[in-house]
């Protein structure tokens, strides 16, 4: 079965930076990465071309199959980026959000002004 850690959240000013980090194991096929902000959905962030417009630009996401793991580099980043952010894995067109199923524990991301 897969399982999914996000590490890598933490505080940071406005214009700051910080890199996610999600540890798999078992197989995986399709992996993204979701966030959700406190009193919203949850909401896709990057997944192979695909980003949200919000984090065009500033966000940039990798996988690294050998060590199985998915990386979000985040960077200028804004108050409206606070949020949890979770790394998701799922079958069939990794472009749609509705086929990621199994997710990690989430990592707390806070954006100070």
């Known amino acids: 079965q897969v399982q999914l850690q996000e590490s890598g959240g933490g505080s940071v000013q406005s214009g700051g930076s910080l890199k996610l980090s999600c540890a798999a194991s078992?197989?995986?096929?399709?992996m993204a990465w979701f966030r959700q902000a406190p009193g919203k959905d949850r909401e896709w962030v990057a997944g192979?071309?695909h980003y949200a417009d919000s984090v065009v630009a500033r966000f940039t996401h990798s996988r690294d199959t050998a060590k199985k793991t998915l990386y979000l580099q985040m960077n200028s980043l804004k108050p409206e980026d606070t949020g949890t952010y979770y790394c998701a894995a799922g079958l069939g067109w990794c472009g749609n959000p509705r086929i990621y199923k199994v997710w990690g524990q989430g990592t707390q991301v806070t954006v100070s002004s």
């Open positions: 078992g197989d995986t096929r399709c």
């Open positions: 192979r071309t």
